[in-house]
């Protein structure tokens, strides 16, 4: 087997996540699915890592994760807060950027 | 020395702000501080005037340059002034006579309760004029221009509360700015033709110019020349501007405003001479308003009236000697001084008389009232027979030499130039023996005015009478003074040039003619005014006495071309503005916002749906990366 | 570990990555797919697990080790846990709302997906060195000689970021309290003074046969009473309605007794 066959398979994760983005409305399972998008970039960084041998690839997917950490908990404090308010985690309701 | 010459125009600056800023506090001292103020630069006047005199003739050009106003590359404006022979004889006549109406006007407008800004706007008035004649270049002489104007605005329209003196404030504006727009366009012209607009620069590059663009600059001078010293076909804003108090008509008459026109053609004789068409028209436009004001002076009963046609036609007198060119200028200036002294005593004069009698201005109503104010008379019949060309008077020699001037011209212009100036003569003396006859002889003609207080005619006080004195002893000795031993024309011959023509009838003739006009003048008006009594109610008239009474219909013309047009003009404007222009801006401004309608749609505040545009973004960006590599 | 070396893996890796994968992609389709978000964090948790699996295929097992640690111990219980707090039965609707949203997305994912799948076939990577050589001089010493070298900028950044984060979370979660709180004494007054509800709240479930929370009591009147039900399953709408259950029983029994009856009848 070729290793190639990571970065599809990380093509792949990466495009299903990005279309749960788009399609669910819970913002909970929408942050799974950004999480989801992370996580596919780093099997794509491991698998560089691989391929270049050497181990900057994987310096670079640890740090994603520290951000995804930090990102995580700003954006579950938010939906705590939104849910607080609206009663609501659906994304759609806050739909006050219009006219 | 030089330095003193910004100081002539600081000081009644320095005035106009302190009188203007300073509040109610110098309501008790302004007309003092203002009347100082002047005096001052009347003082420095005379100290440069006698160290010009000092000096040899090539050296009496004093310059200085205070700062550089507009430094721009290529663009050079200094505020730099420039004090020769001419000059100095502005600031004297500026300065000299623009004091003795301060003086005048402390007694003239004693219970006006707004006199300290009265004195605030006359000190700014002189201040502005003589910015413009001590300008040495024509930039700047354009500032002092706007400032006389804007003076003048504030002077004529002083009594504000009448809406005559309002409207005859913005009419004198309105056709002043006609005239600026000429002024403006030839110093656009001048800086492209020359790349300055410097005196010295400009008049030394003349020699190298088109006769048709220096008769292109020529004719927008004279079209400013026209705006400020009231000629046809600007001068209907003269009449209307004796609506502000009577120091200011003197003002304007005598010292300042009308005579700036004179000074800007006689300044820019270099460009005159070197275009003769500019020139002949000059000289057409002064021989038209010298007789159209005399007959409209014939006519007006008002006294003011009166006295700005004669205005106008003396004007006329001179704007004609500086289109002659330099057979003309010298006198031009002449007439111009002799002129500023008569008028502004005519004028006080006249201001004096209405103070007498409740402020009425019909000279039906005055009649003998040369017993009841008694140095009134003698000063303004002193006024009078100079303006008039009484012999041995200061009119007499001013106007004679422009007389002989115009017959100088030679050939058949000559002759009619010489023969209008003639007849302008006698028209002058009969209007002018008709305002004495009518105020100061013939019997008592009083009426009681709107609140039935009859008139108790009385002589003025100190303050306005001594400045009268003055000007009637400058009316009867100044043109002898100049005359004798051609003191004047050897004193302003290195700045203007002079040259005798080829006169086609001798001196003594033209000045035998003159007075015979003169004669002739006086008698018609002694026979019509001096031998009957003089109804107070005016006569219906000839129709040329009908015409004149309406200013020859200056206004009505005016009306129906101007005003009418400028109103069919508009309104043509305004129908291309609302079915184009509008038509264009609304159908863009319509279609943007039914297609911005349609894209609002789109914004329909989901976070996701905003996503997807995103992603389908970075989507096509990957496809164009891709295809740009494969390509 | 030779085969990390080689171009092509061994058939051991081959085998799991073909299994392994194929669980990962349905993990992944049901993250996005099921209706109730802790089915939705309980299979992305499954898809961590196995990338964590890949990564130590890959060679890097600290990473493998993090990732399950940290993501899948530390991250997703985050998740879940605020899950619990949105309500973990609310079931998300599936339907869609935004007209055209589903086809634009599917289509723009589609699109996406092929793009990315034909860039990575367009680059031509052949070649894989490998990171034996790497891991050899010990693979936790060689990551930390870069952390602390050559990323320790990047490295002090992301601890202030995880900082600023902490304490982000804090202030937005917070809730000033801008009013003393009411004594027990005020708010028997303030009942007292309102006088909508004086006595304790009845308590939930019908004692003769429930005495589940979720089950409102009964009205003298036998309707039942949704007051007795806390505020937050009301909020929730997990109210279970017993009303017709007594009667539901008389029915079975009836039935039961007539088909007994009706056995007698015919054994006769």
Redesign the interface.
Known sequence: ?????????A????????????????A??L???V??ML?AC??AF??F????????G??I???T??????????G??????L??TR?S????D?????? | MENLIALLIAAPLFGAVVLLCGGRRLDKTGHWIGTLLAAVSFGIGVVLFADMLGRSADERTLTQNLYTWIPVEGFQADMAFQLDQLSMTFVLLISGVGTLIHVYSIGYMEHDERRRRFFGYLNLFVAAMLLLVLADNYLLLYFGWEGVGLASYLLIGFWQHKPSAATAAKKAFLVNRVGDMGLSIAIMLMFTTFGTFAFTPVFGAVGETSEGMLTAIGLMLLLAACGKSAQVPLQSWLGDAMEGPTPVSALIHAATMVTAGVYLIVRSAAVFNAAPDAQLVVTVVGAVTLLFGAIVGCAKDDIKKALAGSTMSQIGYMILAAGLGPIGYVFAIMHLVTHGFFKAGLFLGAGSVMHGMNDEVDMRKYGALRTYMPVTFVTFGLGYLAIIGFPGLSGFFSKDMIIEAAFAKGGTEGWILGGVTLLGAGITAFYMTRVMLLTFFGEKRWQPDADGHEPHPHESPKSMTIPMVILAFGSVFAGAFFEIGERFLKWLEPVTGYSHGNPPVSAMTVTAATMVMLLVGVGIAWAMYGRRPVPVVAPRGSLLTRAARRDLYQDDFNHVVLVRGGEHLTRSLVYVDHSLVDGVVNGTAASVGGLSGRLRKLQNGYARSYAVSMFGGTAILIAATLLMRAV | MSAIAATATSSGEAVQFWILGTVAVIGALATILMKKAVHSALSLAGTMIILAVFYLANGAYFLGVVQVIVYTGAIMMLFLFVVMLVGVTAADSLKETIKGQRWLALLCGLGFGILLFAGIGHAGLGHFNGLGRINSAGHVEGLAQLIFTKYVFAFEITGALLITAAVGAMVLTHRERTERAATQRELAERRVREGVQLPPLPAPGVYARHNAVDVPGLLPDGTPSELTVSGTLRSRGQIRDVSGEALDDLKALEQRSAERLGREEASK
């Open positions: 087997m070729n290793p190639v066959n990571y970065l599809y398979l093509a792949l994760l990466f495009t299903i996540g990005a279309t749960g983005v788009l399609i669910r409305k819970n909970i399972v942050f799974m699915c999480e989801l996580n780093n099997l491991v698998a890592s691989r391929m270049h041998g050497n181990l900057d994987q310096i997917a640890f740090f994760m520290v951000v995804a950490a930090a990102e995580v908990v700003v579950l404090a938010i939906i705590v807060s849910f607080r009663h985690a659906s994304v759609d806050a739909s006050l950027m219009k006219l």
